[in-house]
């Protein structure tokens, strides 16, 4: 199948605004202070090839330009309509742009009623719909296309073209953006402004520009998130194929409510929405500074292979905060070889030079031409920063020149930092045409190179671990959902004690057990039967850390001691949180073990990006390292053992002063437990386990608590609750081909290995018929793409032998088109298993899951000369369409 002929139509219907042969403005002005004037300007003095029209009744002409009193009074049809009214007169010009079938329309202006301004919004939204219209905004100041010489802005300075897309919620942000980009001689591929996004948002144009051919790097500021699931999907997808560089505030109290107040919409936590980020493969950033050196960094198309780095600096004191920089950033600073050590050494002045390498404040070309040229041959360097204080000995002129000429060769990126505003003016002229980024601070130049490197290893992040784990854990989901309805029919919110561990143990988590006291005596007699040594807790739903209201005490070797810590701990707990209900006491083992950590793990709820893992310290540990990393759910092993990857107590679980290393491979089962308990009983609101203790034996919890929701126990097919879609079903199902038995089940990340060695066995004309290339030696980044899909967008079935469950035998796959219910499909099968009801079983298999989601038609691109996949559409009841450029036939069938 061919996806990207899919992927086009997406491209044809953005294209009639973004490229727009045709627009009118309504309400067009010459008036000072008139909404439609600064439109009408940038238009009409654009250099564009299209046709306008100004519209305002109040007017017969505007300049030499004749004004119509409507746009039905407009001969030929019009791609675009910007309505620069104000709000008020919006709704009476929309059945007049229904007349003319004008399909897209920008909204300039918004209610300014905060307490009607949503009503009012879903109001225009809904006549617009119902009208067929599409709009940008409401609060939008335009769009420009620098190609076609668009400009329906209010940014009268049409800016530079370039290959930048920039997507902007704010016109503020785009302001300074394209006053940046100006400066530092940055273009543009498309600007817009989305505005409120009450239609047509950034999630649509970010799939726009993952395919646009004049956009290599996005751009994108946002504030608020109104459809969550279908901007990661979409960010996700664009990432996949060019940089995507995100900015957004949102990290204080005070940003979150600014940002509730701006687009209606719930506060969310910044930690969550960088876990968003960064799980979408996205580049996030917190300050203009950092993203204006992202986008020249970016801007030379020079890619790193790794993260390696030589530093050149006119100063020992540079060399000294280089180094510094590339440290706090994460960069590793390239180990170069003994012939580049000479190298440098002859360009320092120094027997065995070092990097960062000093090649003396006097700055001399001859030298730093040397030392970037040796740099830039040596294997163990991926790209190479100069740090240039002034021009001293040489001119600028002379000093871009050998950079120039050392950069002629290589595509290593090479970055400057020209600590002198006038060099700096002056090297940017000459270094554009070299792809040399010119900038102004060694921290910026050292965080742009970061981003270079992160996006380089993009492909590494989505392979699956060296050693994945098994698919699939057992856990019994139905009893879990037991003790939750047992729970709701009492009207109980947290579990207590021994109900949570019960509840965590049918997901397999190993729990220190115990006895539920409600006097000393029944507490002492509770130990006993357990064994000593004992802890002995507070049961209160009202308390949420026992240790500070002395609802604890641990390691009770004896009668005597339970004793007195029941009298104790009770009398700390009623003078402490008077107001606490106390329920009973906990009698549980004391756990003593040498070499374990004390971590503390949580599923949490986001109120605008759903359940999301919480992974740090805990216990008494928590208390001096309060950090925490977080990581949205549903999880992947990949995604497991990054959380703990970027965990500030990751360095404590390693191995340190004789103490082993934890069991990891145990605490990514414990997340993966978690994971699926929230994705698959959404009744469950909120699980904390402080502490989680871990060694090199494994896990086990020692405290927990979880709250419940009235939620449904189980999730639907859509789990809509979560942000990011999760697979539909991991559990194999047994089914029959005429010969041999197969297991059916959803595709997952770990399946990596095994599709690679599928595609492996598929022969040339296999190979040819479903990926269009004759090879089947795929590169690794395309099978991660297969293999870590969205489940937002599509769906993946594989059929593995049922006697040998590792081994792939057929794929089958479905690509919603653009958000719809319509999907594309494409299937594969291995060379011998062909012919043998494998595909009728997979198509099967897939049309019923592809109905189960709200898809009511597939279709499919079958070559012409693919004679057996026609004759199998015919049998499997597709209708047969039209011929595709004469490569490809239509065949679709209604679910």
């Not at 420009?144 to 329906?152: E, F, K, M, P």
């Not at 000995?393 to 000093?399: E, G, I, P």
């Not at 003078?575 to 606490?580: D, I, K, L, V, W």
Request: charged letters at 25%.
């Amino acid at each position: 199948m061919h996806s990207q002929r899919l992927l086009m139509n997406t491209q044809q219907v953005l294209l009639k605004a973004l490229a727009a042969n045709s627009v009118a403005v309504i309400g067009a002005s010459d008036r000072e202070g008139a909404l439609g004037t600064p439109i009408w300007k940038s238009l009409s003095s654009a250099p564009y090839d299209g046709r306008i029209f100004p519209v305002n009744p109040k007017y017969r002409f505007l300049g030499e330009r004749l004004c119509y009193a409507s746009v039905k009074d407009i001969a030929g049809p019009i791609d675009l309509a910007v309505i620069a009214l104000s709000y008020d007169k919006i709704e009476s010009v929309l059945d007049d742009i229904a007349f003319k079938h004008i399909p897209w329309v920008i909204l300039v202006d918004s209610n300014p009623n905060p307490d009607i301004r949503q009503l009012w919004q879903a109001h225009i939204v809904h006549e617009a719909k119902r009208l067929g219209i599409r709009i940008i905004g409401t609060d939008s100041l335009g769009l420009i296309r620098t190609d076609t010489g668009l400009n329906a802005s209010y940014w009268q300075d049409m800016p530079a073209k370039g290959d930048i897309g920039f997507i902007a919620q704010s016109s503020d942000m785009a302001a300074a953006v394209l006053s940046y980009a100006k400066q530092h001689r940055l273009g543009f591929s498309s600007v817009i402004n989305t505005g409120d996004e009450i239609d047509f948002g950034t999630s649509e144009m970010l799939d726009f520009l993952a395919q646009d051919p004049a956009t290599k790097t996005i751009v994108v500021h946002v504030e608020g998130i109104r459809t969550p699931r279908e901007f990661f999907s979409a960010l996700k997808n664009a990432a996949r194929i060019k940089p995507v560089l995100v900015i957004r505030g949102g990290g204080s109290n005070s940003s979150q409510a600014l940002l509730t107040r701006r687009m209606g919409l719930p506060a969310s936590d910044d930690d969550v929405f960088e876990a968003m980020i960064h799980r979408a493969g996205a580049l996030r950033f917190h300050s203009l500074e950092e993203l204006f050196a992202a986008m020249q960094a970016f801007a030379t198309h020079r890619l790193p292979r790794a993260g390696r780095l030589g530093i050149i600096c006119t100063g020992a004191s540079f060399c000294i905060l280089a180094a510094d920089n590339a440290a706090s950033f994460g960069v590793k600073l390239a180990e170069t070889s003994s012939a580049t050590i000479r190298n440098l050494s002859r360009a320092s002045d120094v027997s065995l030079a070092e990097n960062p390498v000093d090649v003396g404040i006097d700055a001399q070309a001859r030298k730093i031409k040397l030392a970037t040229d040796a740099f830039l041959k040596d294997e163990n360097t991926d790209a190479v920063l100069v740090v240039i204080a002034a021009a001293k000995t040489d001119s600028v002129k002379h000093l871009c020149e050998s950079l120039r000429y050392a950069c002629e060769k290589s595509l290593k990126p090479v970055l400057t930092v020209w600590l002198s505003a006038d060099d700096r003016e002056a090297a940017s002229v000459l270094l554009q045409e070299a792809r040399i980024a010119c900038m102004d601070g060694i921290q910026k130049a050292v965080g742009a190179f970061s981003c270079l490197a992160r996006f380089a290893s993009r492909a590494d992040a989505t392979q699956p671990p060296a050693h994945p784990l098994p698919r699939t854990f057992p856990v019994d989901l139905e009893a879990a959902r037991a003790i939750v309805s047992q729970a709701r029919e009492t009207d109980c919110v947290v579990l207590n004690e021994s109900e949570t561990k019960r509840l965590l143990a049918c997901i397999g988590l190993s729990t220190a057990t115990g006895i539920i006291a409600h006097s000393a005596n029944e507490a002492v007699d509770a130990a006993e039967t357990l064994g000593y040594p004992v802890v002995l807790k507070a049961i209160s739903k009202d308390i949420t850390s026992k240790a500070e209201v002395g609802g604890i005490a641990l390691n009770l070797k004896d009668a005597a001691a339970v004793h007195d810590a029941f009298v104790a701990v009770d009398s700390a707990v009623r003078r402490n949180a008077p107001f606490a209900q106390i329920e009973g006491f906990y009698v549980q083992r004391h756990i003593a073990r040498v070499n374990a950590r004390e971590t503390k793990i949580a599923v949490r709820q986001d109120p605008a990006f759903g359940p999301y893992l919480e992974f740090g310290s805990g216990g008494r540990l928590h208390r001096l390292s309060p950090d925490k990393a977080v990581e949205l759910i549903p999880l992947t092993q990949r995604a497991a053992r990054d959380l703990i990857d970027r965990a500030s107590i990751k360095p404590i679980l390693e191995a340190f002063n004789n103490l082993p290393a934890v069991n990891f491979d145990e605490l990514v089962k414990v997340m993966l437990r978690l994971s699926e308990l929230a994705t698959e009983v959404p009744a469950i609101k909120a699980v904390e386990i402080d502490p989680l203790l871990i060694d090199e034996g494994g896990c086990i919890v020692l405290n927990g608590s979880i709250t419940l929701s009235q939620a449904p126990l189980e999730r639907d097919s859509l789990s809509e609750y979560t942000m990011l879609a999760p697979a539909p079903s991991v559990t194999p199902e047994r089914a029959m081909t005429r010969e041999k038995g197969v297991l059916l089940r959803s595709i997952c990340p770990e399946d990596f290995e095994s599709l690679r060695a599928f595609i492996a066995r598929l022969s040339p004309e296999t190979t040819f018929a479903r990926f269009r290339t004759q090879t089947n030696d795929l590169p690794a980044e395309k099978i991660a793409a297969l293999v870590d899909i969205d489940y937002n967008r599509e769906a993946a079935i594989v059929a593995t032998d049922e006697e040998l469950p590792e081994i792939i035998r057929g794929v089958a796959r479905y690509t919603r088109i653009n958000g719809s219910n319509v999907a594309e499909f494409g299937i594969v099968i291995e060379d011998s298993w062909q012919a043998k009801g494998l595909g009728t079983v997979l198509m099967n298999a897939l049309t019923t899951l592809a109905t189960r989601h709200g898809i009511r038609m597939i279709v499919g691109y079958v070559a012409v000369d693919n004679e057996a996949m026609c004759a199998f559409m015919r049998k499997a009841g597709f209708a047969k369409g039209s011929v595709s450029d004469s490569q490809f036939i239509t065949f679709s069938k209604r679910l």
